[in-house]
């Protein structure tokens, strides 16, 4: 890339980033600032994070998200609020995948589903334009396309024979996940099936953002941490620290809320009509 192209890019993405927090301001919400490192791990069975040493004794990570930081602040009646975080993730390179990202994260309080689908459309829209979309329960797009990928492992079946099949030429919105991939989100009952209240947007066949109807209940949160921790364990993954700060907030009341993790890079390398981060 010349000078002169790494000059433009550079003033592109800094006028993407400006668009983002101007989105927020018009909606009254607040930016906020996380701390990067943290004694406690965000736990997921399927993300390995960066272990960094605070001195002999004692060691810490940098976030793979700033969801944990941000609830505490929910907890405390922050009221709705955004940050733009640089998170980390060990082991992720490819093209859509990097080990530091710029991630946006969001919590709207007071809202519905239909409600926050249509504002992630309105942010959406500033890096792709006005485009078309379709909800799609996770088990119809399973019968759609599953049958393309035969395996054992529904995840494998999912990345290989499903994803790339979303969004093509409209952002399709996948909804009403297994229960046994809630994370953080609440659970619901749909045509006598447990689902997670979980959604992701998905465009060319990307994912952009995963988002939540974020569970409030802090035995449950506890639990479904240990339980990763197991599966983590299954895998011959270390086992992480669990975050008590976190598990305290929601016993304090977190608001009923929806929350979503938006890959910023991933939207401006669209918008540019780049092939790869």
């Not at 791990?41 to 399927?46: E, G, K, L, T, Y």
């Not at 602040?73 to 992720?92: C, M, P, T, W």
Request: proline share 6%.
């Amino acid at each position: 890339m010349s000078l002169a192209s790494k000059s433009s890019a550079l003033k592109a993405r800094g006028e993407a980033l400006k668009k983002v927090r101007t989105f927020f301001e018009e909606r009254a919400v607040l930016e906020v600032d996380t701390p990067l490192l943290s004694k406690y791990a965000p736990i997921d069975v399927h993300i390995d994070l960066f272990e960094v040493h605070f001195s002999e004794n004692e060691k810490g990570y940098l976030h793979s998200s700033p969801e944990y930081g941000m609830k505490k602040l929910l907890a405390n009646d922050s009221g709705d609020i955004y940050q733009l975080s640089h998170v980390f993730r060990k082991d992720e390179i490819g093209r859509l995948h990097r080990p530091e990202f710029t991630m946006i994260e969001w919590y709207r309080t007071e809202t519905t589903f239909e409600a926050f689908i249509e504002e992630n459309l309105a942010l959406l829209s500033l890096f792709l334009g006005p485009l078309p979309y379709e909800i799609v329960p996770y088990k119809e797009a399973f019968a759609r396309y599953g049958n393309k990928y035969p395996s054992d492992d529904p995840n494998i079946t999912w990345g290989c024979a499903v994803e790339p099949h979303l969004g093509n030429e409209k952002i399709t919105i996948i909804t009403d996940y297994p229960k046994e991939q809630a994370a953080l989100a609440q659970t619901k009952w749909v045509d006598g099936v447990e689902v997670a209240e979980r959604f992701e947007f998905y465009y060319q066949g990307i994912e952009l953002g995963n988002g939540y109807h974020e569970l409030t209940d802090p035995v449950e949160q506890k639990n479904r941490l240990l339980q990763a921790n197991q599966e983590r364990i299954a895998l011959g993954k270390p086992p992480l620290p669990y975050d008590e700060e976190l598990i305290a907030a929601l016993e304090k009341g977190l608001p009923d809320c929806y929350g979503i993790a938006l890959g910023f890079d991933r939207l401006f390398m669209l918008q540019q009509k780049h092939s790869s981060l």
